[in-house]
């Protein structure tokens, strides 16, 4: 049985820093492409930051871009991200998931979510301003 466990989140100050950490089992970590996601209330899930099966390639969504770092231990099967100079907008559920394809395959970004094979639960980020 797959799982994907996110932790990590809760609330920070603007300018603050979290990492959030997920933990998979039940799969073959080096398989998946693996990217963490977000969504805000109102709005539609959107892909934050994405990462190659190997970690020598990243993704990071213009929004983030030099604030987030996502990074992947494949000995522990967990997934990383780190947040730092965090904005009220980063405020928001988020979820890791676990993408079948290779990296290439999602055009060396993060997977749509119809290709996504896995989701966690999600953990809450909340910025305060």
């Known amino acids: 049985q797959v799982q994907v466990v996110e932790s990590g989140g809760g609330l920070v100050q603007a300018g603050g820093s979290l990492r959030l950490s997920c933990t998979t089992s039940?799969?073959?970590?080096?398989?998946?492409?693996m990217g963490w996601y977000r969504q805000a209330p109102g709005k539609e899930r959107e892909g934050v930051s994405c990462?190659?099966?190997?970690?020598?390639?990243?993704y990071h969504a213009d929004s983030v871009k030099g604030r987030f770092t996502i990074s992947r231990d494949n000995a522990k099967n967990t997934l990383y991200l780190q947040m730092n100079s965090l904005k009220s907008e980063d405020t928001a559920m988020y979820y890791c998931?676990?993408?079948?394809?290779?990296?290439?395959?999602?055009?060396?970004?993060?997977?749509?979510?119809?290709?996504?094979?896995?989701w966690g639960q999600g953990t809450q980020v909340t910025v305060s301003s």
């Open positions: 990462i190659n099966w190997s970690g020598s390639m990243t």
């Open positions: 998931a676990a993408g079948r394809g290779g990296y290439a395959t999602y055009g060396y970004s993060c997977p749509k979510e119809s290709d996504v094979n896995y």
């Open positions: 039940g799969l073959t970590f080096t398989s998946y492409t």
